[in-house]
T-cell receptor
């Protein structure tokens, strides 16, 4: 049981490049979400999913796409990276109870 | 919409002193409340959670928090700070089984010898 696994841990992108941040969980959790963390802003919700095939926008969805084809995986796509997307990204999953499990994060720098 | 306010972006205490980190929420329905800790360059670790059971919640590392509905507060306390408590602390709220988790902006706890 590995919990929530995020890859890569670090990434540097040039403006305009695209990439996918991977998130996988092996706990059979239905609910998964993506947050970004910026200094002084806390964690803000980007997108979330309540199950395979179902996604919805959070507080700061612009510039990001998601899909959920399986229960295990919830990738976050940046189609055209911008310096404003420099941040630390966290993936989290939740059971029907009250426990959230967070990944270790991806530190992204866009230059 | 649900929201969380953490008073004080930075709190400084001496080792052995009381730790008090403040969190207030806004909600029209009963909330579920959480405190998370983040050590430098690490992910988030759950300290404790309130899920409509006992209003005084005990967590890990000697921390506890009290849910006060009349004050819409969920302040985090620890009787005696340790140097190892230096970290950033986040209060968060959700409202139902599959509700999203909304975070406060965080409070950095600094502990001096």
């Amino acid at each position: 049981n590995a919990g929530v696994t995020q890859t890569p841990k670090f990434q540097v992108l040039k403006t305009g490049q695209s990439m996918t941040l991977q998130c996988a969980q092996d706990m059979n959790h239905e609910y998964m979400s993506w947050y970004r963390q910026d200094p002084g802003m806390g964690l803000r919700l980007i997108h979330y999913s309540v199950g395979a095939g179902i996604t919805d926008q959070g507080e700061v969805p612009n510039g990001y796409n998601v899909s959920r084809s399986t229960t295990e995986d919830f990738p976050l796509r940046l189609l055209s990276a911008a310096p404003s997307q420099t941040s630390v990204y966290f993936c989290a999953s939740r059971t029907g109870g009250y426990g959230y499990t967070f990944g270790s994060g991806t530190r992204l720098t866009v230059v | 919409a649900q929201s969380v306010t953490q008073l004080g972006s930075h709190v400084s205490v001496s080792e052995g002193a009381l730790v008090l980190l403040r969190c207030n929420y806004s909600s029209s329905v009963p909330p579920y409340l959480f405190w998370y800790v983040q050590y430098p360059n690490q992910g988030l670790q759950l300290l404790l959670k309130y899920t409509s059971a006992a209003t005084l919640v005990k967590g890990i590392n000697g921390f506890e928090a009290e849910f006060k509905k009349s004050e819409t507060s969920f302040h985090l306390t620890k009787p005696s700070a340790h140097m190892s408590d230096a970290a950033e602390y986040f209060c968060a709220v959700s409202f139902s089984g599959y509700s999203t988790l909304t975070f406060g902006k965080g409070t950095m706890l600094l502990v001096s010898p």
